[in-house]
């Protein structure tokens, strides 16, 4: 079985500043994927950013990237320049590609990100 | 383009009472469907999955029940609302071979 820690219920950032929230998860899985799923107020979920296991170069979307380390096992998101918008819960997010055809997301407990004016 | 439609967007109803929420997935066919449940402030718990007509596998033993009925259709029931059955319901997809989990905009069931 997969799991997924997310071990800061509560963050704030400055307007501008960088934020970065700590993801760790356990798997006995070589080959899967990682993503972070953002939910602001209107409690949609956005996909914000995915990452291969097998790739080693770490994903980047605009003012959002992550730092994936295979062996620790390790995937945090570093959000730059913040903005007020980006204030949400953060969701780290794993799948193993061998769970067939069923793509079971296993979900962390979420991070509250509020950005401050 | 794909869009998947969810509803109603808030629920409230008495203890006892039965339960549908219904799921619509559009411009994609044979698509993986999911209903998560999040409690208050906590994360996503997955509750059913279906990768095909008909075929429903629950993740967790408890007072729901999902059904399948046509390829693009995903209904989350309950004969008899709980209490413990509140919370914020989210239906969701995939295509066949894809990891990209899609997002409907979710039912707050509030059960009284």
């Known amino acids: 079985a997969q799991t997924v820690t997310q071990s800061q219920p509560e963050m704030s950032v400055q307007e501008a500043e960088t934020v970065t929230l700590s993801c760790t998860y356990d798997?006995?899985?070589?080959?899967?994927?990682l993503f972070w799923y953002k939910q602001p107020p209107s409690r949609q979920m956005i996909l914000v950013i995915r990452?291969?296991?097998?790739?080693?170069q770490n994903a980047t979307e605009n003012r959002f990237s992550v730092n994936f380390q295979k062996a620790a096992k390790s995937f945090s998101l570093k959000i730059s320049d913040s903005q007020l918008g980006d204030t949400a819960m953060y969701f780290c997010?794993?799948?193993?590609?061998?769970?067939?055809?069923?793509?079971?997301?296993?979900f962390g407990s979420g991070t509250q990100l509020t950005v401050l004016p | 383009s794909q869009t998947i439609h969810q509803w109603p967007a808030t629920l409230v109803q008495p203890v006892g009472s039965p339960l549908s929420l219904e799921c619509t997935v559009e411009?994609?066919?044979?698509?993986?469907l999911y209903w998560y449940r999040q409690a208050a402030g906590r994360g996503l718990q997955l509750l059913f999955y279906?990768?095909?007509?008909?075929?429903i596998s629950s993740e967790v033993p408890q007072n729901l029940s999902a059904s399948r009925p046509q390829d693009r259709q995903f209904i989350l029931s309950s004969k008899k609302l709980l209490l413990s059955d509140s919370g914020f319901y989210l239906c969701?997809?995939?295509?066949?071979?894809?990891?990209?989990?899609?997002f409907g905009s979710g039912t707050q069931l509030s059960v009284l």
């Open positions: 969701a997809w995939t295509g066949t071979g894809s990891e990209k989990l899609f």
């Open positions: 798997t006995s899985e070589n080959n899967y994927y």
């Open positions: 990452q291969e296991a097998y790739k080693q």
């Open positions: 997010a794993f799948i193993p590609l061998s769970s067939g055809s069923a793509r079971q997301l296993t």
């Open positions: 411009g994609t066919s044979n698509p993986n």
């Open positions: 279906s990768v095909g007509i008909g075929q």
